[in-house]
Each structure stands twice: as C-alpha cells, then as structure tokens.
C-alpha cells in the first residue's frame, strides 16, 4: 500500500497538550481532538490550566461541557499504528532503552513520511482504506464528482443529478459537439484537477463490464481511441465479470481476489499518484504514477449493456463518515 507522505504527518495524530500520540481520542465539538485524559484534565483545570470550557487550540467556548465520546475510527488507526510499531521494533531488534508504550508510534511516522515500502505493507490491508477515508474526510479531500453530459457518448444516459450513468440500447438525439465522445461509449466528470489530493468513490455493484479512472482533458474523443497512458488515458477495467487489468500497452492483468462492488480512487495530482482501492474489502487493488501535464478528469465507462447483461449504472457515492 502506497500512501502520500501528506498523509502521514505527525501532526494529525498527535495530541496537542501532551504532544504524544493519541491514547483513547476524543473529538471536541469544534472538530479538534484530544486525549481523553487530557482534554478532561484540562477542563478539570489542573494546574490552573482551564479557563472555563474551550478547546485548547482554537479557544471556542462552550457554554456547557461537551459531552465526549470516544473517536472510534481514530482509535482503531492509532491502536493499529501502535500494532505496526511494536512489530516494526521486534524486526529491528529491540525498541532500546527509551522504549514508552505512548510514544513508540512516532517512530514509525517517522518511516511513513515517504511511501511505505512493498516489503512492510502486508500487515495494512486490514485499514488501509480506513486510515485513507479518515483523513482524506478530515483534510477535506473528497472530490464532489458529476459528470458531464457534453462529454457523454450518445447512447449513455446519465442522471439528472449527475451521480449515475447507464448504457442504453440506441443513440440519443444530442449535438455532436466537440467535446462529446462518438466512439467509445464513456463521460468525463465535469470536475478537472490540476494539485492537491482527491478521492472519491463508484458503486460498481454487480455489473460485468466498467472502466473507471481518469483522462486528460484534451484526450481526443472521436473515432477510435487509443487508451493508454502516453495518449492521456489511465484507468482500472473489468472485463466479463472477472477480467481486471490496468490499461498500459500492453494491458497490465490484475489479480483481484474479492470483487469489489464499490471501487475508491484516490489521486495526488502533485506526487503524480492514482490507486485504485476495494472499498468494502479496504484493499489496494493498484496504483500507478505518472506525470499530469494538464488538468485531468475523472473518467467512467460502464460500457455496453450487452442485452441488459451488464445494464447496472455506475454510481458516484458519496464517501461516508466512518464511526
């Protein structure tokens, strides 16, 4: 599993008064979070420390004091994170004689601040997708997707929302105009990005047939299309139900394991990084690099519907807060 080194900062797992990692965190109304035996500490005015009830950090006062539950999700990732250190000490040899069952995390965000590397990573397939949808919710970085119908082939008819997309039998009655695909039945998102990070999620559901990914935005769009990379094209295909490959020249096979009915994307437009995730399994399926040039578009195809066979929509999800 290949992270970006963003997302791995210190910072975002470290609790602000005692400047460790969390132990047991809890979430302040005002969205920062703490230790629970910090923050309680604080309010309880140890040290004089407490001026009434507000967050440490950005000072909000409340009127009454919150109610604070356990953070759930950033447990589960810190608990696993301890986990990951603990391990990583006995493969190194010992943790030394400084060892502290609170702080022996911050080791291992030391190694994580570059990509993880491939022979350390078999033991984060169980939350890896957590960790990413954790902060990827806290940063902001889910991608408010719709597609664009002047890019939509004839025969895909797409939502009046704009979230869903479905191949049907004949062609619609639309303008031919210059960013409309006339050949390769597939839409581009409305959305382009040229830095930062995005993800976002497509409910694939049962369908045989779908390309998902992202293109170029000045891809060509007429007659045959050659996608691949180097013609600004990269995306994740299933082919009759079992059939999965990276579209490279030549294609690159993929073995899945579990069939994902909800596919994740995440793209760092900076590092030049796309992985493709199993969301309900929370397992990388594949990530690539490369360099974007221009601003890029989320790419979908759910393909024909081959009489009905493969006639499911591909739709765009919404990415939800993990309890």
Known sequence: MALPAAFLSEDQFTCSICLEVFNNPVSTPCGHSFCQACISSYWNGDGGAAKSYQCPLCKETFRKRPELHINRTLKEITEQFKQ?????????GGAGKNS??????????????????????????NFQLLLLKYITLSLNLTADITLDPYTSHPRLIISVDGKQ?????????????????????????????SIGQHYWEVEVGEKTDWDLGIASHSVNRKGKINVSPAHGYWFL???????????????????????????????????????????????????????FPQTIRPFFSPCTNKSGRNGAPLIICPVPVTE
């Open 84 to 92: 990951m250190s603990s391990a990583d000490v006995r493969h190194d």
């Open 100 to 125: 502290n069952s609170h702080s022996e995390p911050k080791s291992l965000f030391l190694k994580t601040r570059g990509y993880l590397r491939p022979d350390r990573t078999d033991h984060l397939s």
């Open 165 to 193: 997309v479905h191949c049907g039998e004949r062609h619609q009655q639309v303008p031919d105009n210059p960013e409309r695909f006339d050949r390769v039945v597939c839409v581009l998102a409305r959305q382009g990005f």
């Open 237 to 291: 295909s299933l082919r009759d139900g079992t059939d999965y490959t990276f579209r490279t020249e030549p294609s690159t096979k993929l073995t899945v394991n579990l069939r994902p009915s909800r596919i994740g994307i995440f793209v760092d437009c900076d590092k030049g990084l796309v992985s493709f995730y199993n969301v309900e399994a929370r397992a990388l399926i594949y990530t690539f690099t490369a360099s």
